[in-house]
């Protein structure tokens, strides 16, 4: 899935239309956390200093009924002209693309800066509405992509637009997110250990099954690995179980047989008599074969973690999705922690798949050391599912 980047384009004295993900956690108008206004400046910077005029596109929240104050864009003007070293004009229209965003986009000079406001003031934006695509296309020349968090949705933005503008590239980050974890994917170093947690074993249905025909050990935890051990005829006592899952599991387990995969799942884990978010909760290591009938598996144990940090060191890549345990808890959080300790010890290409997991890898201070963390949590798993990601395949090829 090789696409152009802002590499293969010449952008002087164009306007540039760049999706980006300005997504970012506030709290009373207030920006609480801005890594992903951070993690565009390498695009928005090489751009300006290309001589591009800038024009920066992002949806922020989910506003329900039309435009809301709360979700405006303006906190994210302040901060991003704070961290640029320069003006941004915020082109703050309801309709998005109204009066003053044609103003501030007519009076650009190269290497300007104009935010417009929410693309999701506009319903047509999450129904990929061409006449918003087509208001939107009309500020620009050509078309960056550089929200990877988005690019599993048809939004006006994020693939609508690519109709009407010409050429449509992606930037760094979602460069870094196609070659990194496409080569993992299509073309891993191997040993190749995928580890696969979280609680929902319906959300990492196709994930397993795609994996399964590349990987060479795929390790299970969180709440999902209960489903495979009962599947394995094992007493779980109260742990997470979807029923409608045992037969799908007993064929995954079959699968992985057949195709020489190993498949590893908790042989210990750690109990307690009620799920909770309390650290006081009092926990027993059980077998994973023998939980008692009143007790819940909440992260797996300390053999365990040895079983899965043993994988991990044997790896060449490593991809990983999904936390161990209950990673929000601190006493359930052990599991977690020796696998993003063992990712962080490794030589191996490692990859987080977004989502919860690169949350736990975050809170753990242990960012730094992976070799790549997924802006995307959705996107990322979609990606791993194999699934074609319309805000990727809108745009050029390499």
């Given at each position: 899935m090789a696409k152009k980047t802002i590499d293969n384009i010449q952008v002087a004295g164009k306007r540039v239309l760049v999706r980006v993900d300005f997504n970012v956690p506030m709290k009373d108008g207030k920006i609480t956390n801005d890594k992903r206004i951070v993690a565009a400046l390498p695009t928005i910077k090489k751009l300006i200093a290309d001589g591009g005029k800038v024009i920066l596109c992002s949806h922020l929240g989910k506003p329900k009924n039309g435009p809301e104050e709360k979700f405006s864009l303006a906190p994210v003007a302040v901060r991003l002209s704070e961290l640029l070293g320069q003006?941004?004009?915020?082109?703050?229209d309801?309709?998005?693309?109204g009066e003053n965003a044609k103003a501030a986009v007519a009076a650009m000079k190269d290497g300007d800066v104009v935010?417009?406001?929410n693309t999701r003031f506009r319903k047509e934006e999450t129904k990929n509405v061409e006449t918003f695509s087509k208001e939107l296309a009309s500020l620009a020349d050509c078309f960056v992509s550089d929200a990877f968090g988005s690019c599993h949705r048809a939004h006006c933005s994020t693939a609508?637009?690519?109709?009407?503008?010409?050429?449509?590239?992606?930037?760094?980050?979602?460069?870094?997110?196609?070659?990194?974890?496409?080569?993992?994917?299509?073309?891993?170093?191997?040993?190749f250990v995928a580890i696969l947690g979280g609680a929902k074993i319906e959300d990492k249905l196709n994930v397993i099954n795609n994996l399964m025909e590349k990987v060479d050990t795929l390790i299970i935890g969180g709440g999902m690995a209960f489903t495979f051990l009962k599947a394995k005829g094992y007493e779980i006592g109260k742990s997470l179980l979807d029923e409608t899952?045992?037969?799908?599991?007993?064929?995954?387990?079959?699968?992985?047989?057949?195709?020489?995969?190993?498949?590893?799942?908790p042989i210990d884990t750690v109990c307690v008599p009620e799920f909770t978010f309390d650290p006081a909760v009092p926990t027993t290591v059980c077998d994973a074969d023998k939980i008692p009938a009143d007790l819940e598996g909440c992260d797996?144990?300390?053999?365990?973690?040895?079983l899965f940090a043993a994988a991990v060191k044997a790896a060449k890549t490593v991809i990983w999705n999904g936390p161990m345990g209950v990673f929000e808890n601190p006493t359930l959080a052990k599991g977690t922690l020796a696998v993003a300790q063992a990712m962080a010890d490794s030589d191996a290409v490692t990859i987080i798949?977004?989502?919860?997991?690169?949350?736990?890898?975050?809170?753990?201070?242990?960012?730094?050391?992976?070799?790549?963390?997924?802006?995307?949590?959705?996107?990322?798993?979609?990606?791993?599912?194999?699934?074609v990601l319309p805000g990727v395949a809108a745009l050029d090829e390499a």
């Amino acid at each position: 899935m090789a696409k152009k980047t802002i590499d293969n384009i010449q952008v002087a004295g164009k306007r540039v239309l760049v999706r980006v993900d300005f997504n970012v956690p506030m709290k009373d108008g207030k920006i609480t956390n801005d890594k992903r206004i951070v993690a565009a400046l390498p695009t928005i910077k090489k751009l300006i200093a290309d001589g591009g005029k800038v024009i920066l596109c992002s949806h922020l929240g989910k506003p329900k009924n039309g435009p809301e104050e709360k979700f405006s864009l303006a906190p994210v003007a302040v901060r991003l002209s704070e961290l640029l070293g320069q003006p941004v004009v915020f082109a703050n229209d309801d309709e998005v693309v109204g009066e003053n965003a044609k103003a501030a986009v007519a009076a650009m000079k190269d290497g300007d800066v104009v935010l417009l406001q929410n693309t999701r003031f506009r319903k047509e934006e999450t129904k990929n509405v061409e006449t918003f695509s087509k208001e939107l296309a009309s500020l620009a020349d050509c078309f960056v992509s550089d929200a990877f968090g988005s690019c599993h949705r048809a939004h006006c933005s994020t693939a609508g637009v690519t109709e009407f503008l010409s050429p449509n590239v992606a930037g760094y980050l979602i460069g870094k997110e196609l070659s990194v974890m496409g080569k993992a994917l299509e073309n891993a170093e191997r040993p190749f250990v995928a580890i696969l947690g979280g609680a929902k074993i319906e959300d990492k249905l196709n994930v397993i099954n795609n994996l399964m025909e590349k990987v060479d050990t795929l390790i299970i935890g969180g709440g999902m690995a209960f489903t495979f051990l009962k599947a394995k005829g094992y007493e779980i006592g109260k742990s997470l179980l979807d029923e409608t899952k045992i037969d799908y599991c007993k064929d995954m387990m079959k699968k992985a047989q057949e195709k020489g995969v190993k498949l590893l799942l908790p042989i210990d884990t750690v109990c307690v008599p009620e799920f909770t978010f309390d650290p006081a909760v009092p926990t027993t290591v059980c077998d994973a074969d023998k939980i008692p009938a009143d007790l819940e598996g909440c992260d797996i144990g300390p053999k365990t973690q040895e079983l899965f940090a043993a994988a991990v060191k044997a790896a060449k890549t490593v991809i990983w999705n999904g936390p161990m345990g209950v990673f929000e808890n601190p006493t359930l959080a052990k599991g977690t922690l020796a696998v993003a300790q063992a990712m962080a010890d490794s030589d191996a290409v490692t990859i987080i798949g977004g989502g919860d997991s690169a949350a736990a890898v975050e809170q753990m201070g242990l960012g730094d050391k992976m070799t790549h963390i997924s802006t995307g949590g959705g996107a990322s798993l979609e990606y791993l599912e194999g699934k074609v990601l319309p805000g990727v395949a809108a745009l050029d090829e390499a």
